[in-house]
């Protein structure tokens, strides 16, 4: 037996904004999802005031961040501009991108509380719908771990890249401080942007360095949230699917139609809703995959280009006792890790979404159709065959054209990683 939290309200359960309002109503301050609760003026202007700044300090710093190149003169300088250019400008334009499709996102909803109503007809034995409410509570639930997990780990690993210059320029200022007073004291920013003022003043840097820190964390939020958002629709999809899979092959459910007075009209009820549910999880498919499919590409390049030169300093990295080596090596696994953890993320749901996609043409052959007599089979073939011809379409996430989400690309992506690193670090050690 399924037992319910005491806090939602059964009532609340045949509601599908009660599986999205704790995310939403976070989401929907940085104007990327909709509210399903009416904002007071104070909290619009708040949200408005709050969206216009971060975006402006996020923006100007891909600005600053893209002039600065014209200072390098070396490859190392080079790979890292670049990983805090991607970083950055990933961010801003997941930010940017979930604002211009905020009206797909409400239509996206729109379809899922239509799967969400029609999910309600496709299995009789499911009594008081404890097992779809279930289903949905563990995709919420789920949903809500990768938000706990996702955002605190990207905020902390911004206030670490933040803090890395002004821990390294305390000792390295201790060390001038007690040698030389007349050497002027290092000043360090958390990335290599040129500012179109001179620095000439404590003020002027404390400034500066603010405006740079504050540029980094508002793309992080960016970032965050539009992966939030993006996981979260992929993980409701596949709710839908498993339960649609759970439906079509309960034997239960058979045995009760088939004790029915009419059991052929029954049946047939039942798989035509089945092939409606299916037709709507298409439909939210098709809409995600336009939503989607620009903060993909982008994050599909961004990757690969952080990937090969993480690879690309690791092979260049040698070992010092100093406090630059412990700085440069934490900030090299801290990035690495985001990186896999992200597209493991993306890999793994779009694995489980293409697997639950295959498994619903199984189960619509699978359906026990087979129980019933000629009169009836004769009756629902028509039925059946176009469930399963619909099925044969691939759901899978892609990233542009070229680039699908799940777990072989993730591995591909790793194993390219990894052999990069060692053959450049044993080219570095041949030279």
């Not at 003169?73 to 990983?83: E, G, H, Y």
């Not at 996981?231 to 309960?250: F, K």
Request: charged share 20%; glycine share 4%; hydrophobic share 40%.
């Amino acid at each position: 037996m399924v037992e319910f939290k005491e806090h939602i309200k059964k009532e609340d359960l045949f509601k599908f904004e009660t599986y999205l309002s704790r995310l939403f109503s976070i989401l929907c301050f940085m104007k990327i999802s909709p509210s399903y609760s009416e904002l007071s003026f104070i909290k619009k202007l708040c949200s408005t005031c709050f969206v216009i700044i971060s975006l402006g300090c996020a923006t100007s710093g891909c600005i600053l961040q893209i002039v600065s190149f014209k200072d390098v003169r070396d490859m190392p300088s080079f790979s890292q501009r670049v990983i805090e250019l991607c970083f950055i400008g990933l961010g801003t334009y997941k930010w940017y991108h979930c604002i211009l499709k905020f009206d797909s996102l409400k239509k996206i909803i729109e379809l899922l509380n239509n799967c969400h109503q029609v999910g309600y007809l496709i299995n009789n034995n499911d009594k008081e719908y404890k097992i779809y409410h279930q289903e949905m509570l563990d995709a919420k639930k789920a949903s809500e771990y990768f938000m706990i997990v996702w955002f605190p780990f990207t905020m902390l690993g911004v206030v670490q890249w933040c803090l890395t210059p002004l821990t390294s320029d305390f000792y390295i200022n201790k060390d001038i401080d007690r040698n030389n007073k007349n050497i002027t004291l290092l000043r360090s920013y958390p990335n290599g942007a040129t500012f179109p003022i001179e620095i000439d003043t404590l003020t002027k840097y404390l400034l500066m360095f603010l405006f740079q820190s504050l540029g980094i964390l508002f793309s992080a939020i960016g970032m965050s949230g539009c992966d939030v958002i993006l996981i979260s629709i992929i993980m409701y999809i596949c709710a839908h699917l498993r339960y649609l899979n759970n439906c079509l092959i309960d034997e239960n459910n058979i045995q009760l139609i088939l004790k029915s007075k009419n059991p052929s009209e029954k049946l047939k009820e039942k798989l035509k809703n089945c092939v409606i549910f299916h037709d709507q999880i298409l439909k939210v498919h098709e809409n995600y995959l336009s939503y989607s499919n620009g903060a993909m590409f982008a994050q599909c390049i961004e990757n690969i280009i952080s990937l090969c030169l993480v690879s690309l300093q690791a092979s260049t990295m040698h070992y010092s006792p100093g406090i630059d080596f412990i700085v440069a090596f934490t900030s090299m696994i801290e990035y690495s890790m985001g990186i896999f953890i992200e597209l493991f993320a993306f890999c793994y749901y779009g694995t489980k979404l293409e697997e639950l996609g295959h498994e619903v043409s199984d189960s619509f052959f699978s359906s026990n159709w087979e129980k019933c007599n000629d009169k009836i089979q004769i009756k629902i073939q028509n039925i059946l065959k176009l469930g399963i011809m619909r099925s044969q379409k691939p759901i899978i996430i892609t990233g542009g054209p070229f680039y699908i989400f799940n777990l072989e690309t993730f591995k591909k992506l790793a194993y390219m990683s990894i052999s990069n690193s060692v053959v450049l670090r044993q080219l570095q050690t041949t030279d």
